[in-house]
């Protein structure tokens, strides 16, 4: 039973990694073999598993537990040592980070589609992570889609499915299976970066917070972190337990999709602070009493304040961010005079800054933001910070805002994503524009001028790699900016996403409501690309 049997496989049309991992539809996951020949297009391409340690666990949703067994029969039969599993299978993406990192193993096979939704007519994803605890670079996701191509057996055992549900060790062949608790570890190392004590005492003093883990992977960890070692009450973590279908809802903390939070805080009783983080725990949104955090704000926010924290008392080394972010967290960098990087979408761009200690806290627009305490991002990383930084200042979060733009001027921001769009037609939208860039500076378009336009490529300071054709950018005088881009994450037809952003110096309107501001921005994308006409759609199907 525990002899490695090998079995004839062909190959699955593309099982191409994107922007974090391979995601498809659920049930294209569980096809029979399909889990089987990505799994062994992985070992094979991290050159196999003998004598390896690899941390495996997922977000919970519909088939994690199924695909879990998968995985550590065929790590057993592969030869590797040991796997360390959440219990239950679960474990959060940045907990899963930290574990690969604290016990040195040398990957983690991490089970998630993150913020898009579960059940099995929804989505499901596998990522590989490696030996640093970060998302594995295009060098290793290259290599995995090549064997996909050509796979032709994969082993495993013929052994019934391992109890998950009890702590500790047990045999899997000759691989040992560790089931480990996913909230102990990653807790302790927050109580190493954050003021406990400060925090607790803010919350002791009334100030109010509501979590909403959007019935997906934080709720144990915020339930521990925020309730029991913070002395939240209970109750302040929403919607805390762990759902293989997300409660039916987008588990993607944004105003669209956490809207009854978003409600609650705007509301003339609500609480102080709150915040919501993903489906597999990465992503986070902020909001204070009446306010809105945008992610590009929070990031520049954070790394001014930064230093509150006692895991970042010496300050910070640099900030990263990805190219569509806006850059207001550029002007903090300016100031604190530290490094700034620009990086693609998609956080194994950070892992080498990171890595090279380069850059100190990193972020996405997309509602990702963390450190180098970790190599992923980290939702529930973000909202500690905030409070510590909350505790210390002793201000309110419109306040903190205010005044951050009040030094450093505004940069309002808005995402706008056309989903589902037919991929020709989207296609068509993105080589319009491209085919246009190089006429465009010095052009005037619904009332500004294009001062540059290009597609951004990536030289990556530290291993000298170039990634191509990551996003148009159109950069117009006064600082405003327009990015296009197709999303890397969707699992049907094309998503457009376009970013919109404007520059207001400290004294001029700080004011001004979000989607007003960036009007002219959005006139002047859709006279450059006609991506409305050609898409037939009249809105936006989110704007965060
Ligand atoms: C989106 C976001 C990107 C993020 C990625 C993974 O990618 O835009 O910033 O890194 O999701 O986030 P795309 O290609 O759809 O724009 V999540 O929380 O997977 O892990
Ligand atoms: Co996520």
Redesign the pocket.
């Known amino acids: 039973m525990t002899t490695p049997v090998t079995r004839e496989i062909t190959p699955f049309d593309g099982q191409k990694p994107?922007?974090?991992g391979l995601r498809k539809k659920t049930r294209v996951f569980m096809l029979e073999g399909y889990v089987e020949a990505f799994v062994q297009s992985i070992f094979d391409a991290i050159e196999g598993c003998e004598g390896k340690t690899f941390v495996v666990g997922g977000d919970g949703r519909y088939f994690n537990a199924e695909a879990i067994q998968t995985i550590l029969r065929m790590a057993a039969a592969n030869g590797a040592a040991r796997c360390i599993v959440g219990q239950g299978g679960l474990l959060s993406?940045p907990a899963a980070s930290n574990l690969i990192r604290q016990r040195e193993a040398n990957g983690g096979l991490i089970l998630s589609a993150?913020?898009n939704p579960g059940g099995i007519d929804e989505d499901f994803g596998l990522k590989y992570n490696t030996a640093n605890g970060g998302p594995a670079p295009e060098s290793v996701t290259g290599a995995i889609f090549e064997n996909t191509k050509t796979i032709s057996r994969y082993v495993t055992l013929e052994t019934p499915d391992l109890d998950l549900s009890a702590l500790g060790e047990v045999a899997l062949g000759d691989m040992v299976v560790e089931v480990v608790d996913p909230v102990t570890d990653y807790a302790a190392l927050m109580e190493t970066l954050f003021d406990f004590d400060a925090i607790r005492a803010l919350l002791a003093g009334g100030f109010a917070v509501k979590f909403d883990a959007m019935h997906a992977v934080t709720g144990p960890y915020a339930h521990e972190i925020l309730e029991n070692r913070l002395g939240a009450p209970k109750g302040t973590v929403l919607n805390g337990t762990p759902k293989v279908d997300f409660g039916k809802g987008h588990p993607d903390p944004n105003p669209i999709w956490a809207k009854p939070l978003v409600d609650l805080v705007m509301s003339e009783d609500g609480p102080d602070f709150a915040a919501a983080s993903?489906g597999?725990g990465?992503?986070n949104m902020i909001l204070g009493k009446g306010v809105y955090v945008t992610p590009s704000d929070s990031l520049a926010v954070l790394a001014a304040n930064a230093h509150l924290a006692p895991g970042y008392a010496r300050g910070l080394a640099g900030v990263a961010r990805?190219m569509p972010t806006s850059r207001a967290a550029d002007r903090v960098a300016e100031k604190l005079g530290i490094g700034c990087y620009e990086t693609p979408?998609?956080?194994k761009f950070f892992g080498n800054l990171l890595d090279a200690g380069k850059a100190t806290l990193c972020g996405?627009?997309?509602a990702?933001t963390g450190s180098d305490h970790v190599r992923e991002k980290d939702g529930l990383w973000a909202v500690l910070l905030w409070l510590n930084v909350l505790a210390v200042r002793k201000m309110s979060v419109a306040d903190i805002l205010r005044d951050h733009w009040q030094t450093f001027g505004r940069n309002y921001y808005s995402r706008h994503d056309y989903e589902a769009v037919e991929t020709e037609k989207a296609n068509a939208v993105v080589e319009g524009l491209v085919a246009k860039l190089d006429g465009l500076p010095g052009t005037g378009v619904a009332g500004l001028t294009v001062e540059e336009a290009d597609q951004f490529a990536y030289l990556d300071p530290v291993d000298g790699s170039v990634s191509e054709k990551q996003g148009l950018r159109v950069m117009f005088r006064g600082g405003s900016r327009a990015v296009m881009?197709l999303?890397?994450?969707?699992t049907e037809g094309a998503?457009i996403?376009v970013y919109l952003e404007r520059y207001m110096p400290a004294e001029g309107d700080l004011e001004i409501e979000t989607q007003q501001a960036l009007a002219e921005i959005v006139l002047a994308v859709e006279e450059l690309t006609q991506l409305r006409a050609i898409t037939g759609r009249a809105e936006p199907d989110v704007m965060t």
Do not use: A, N, Q, V
């Open positions: 994107g922007t974090s993406t993150s913020h993903d597999d990465d992503r990805s979408t998609g956080w996405e627009e997309s990702g881009r999303s890397g994450t969707g998503t996403r």
